[in-house]
């Protein structure tokens, strides 16, 4: 008796095994792709909820800012042009 069944000559699993498996690594591949749209949409539906900040990150944001107050009054008007004013004030005042 003889099995007419198609076979790989080198002995694989014939080709309607792979359909199946195909089939489900195209929907396995659909779910993980509709999970990751669900994660990347919902954040962006769910109101933000405010966050309090603590006393010392107030602190520091504000000493923050006013080390950049500071640098961009350096720019402005730099250490150099002051000390030279400063000499200018002093000989004059002798």
């Known amino acids: ?3 007419h069944a198609p076979a790989h000559p080198g ?3 014939s ?3 792979h359909d199946n498996v195909f089939g489900w690594v195209v929907a396995t ?3 993980v792709l509709l999970v ?3 994660v ?3 954040p962006g539906i769910v109101p933000d909820q405010p966050t309090s900040m603590t006393a010392q990150q107030r602190s520091l ?3 923050r800012a006013y080390e950049r107050l500071d640098w961009a009054a350096s720019e402005a008007y730099p250490e ?3 000390l030279v004013e400063f000499r200018a004030a002093e000989r004059a005042g002798n």
């Open 15 to 17: 080709p309607r095994v």
């Open 80 to 82: 150099w042009k002051a």
């Open 36 to 38: 990751i749209g669900a």
């Open 11 to 13: 002995g694989v699993v």
């Open 1 to 3: 008796m003889t099995i």
């Open 29 to 31: 591949a659909a779910i």
């Open 61 to 63: 944001i504000e000493y």
């Open 40 to 42: 990347l949409v919902v």
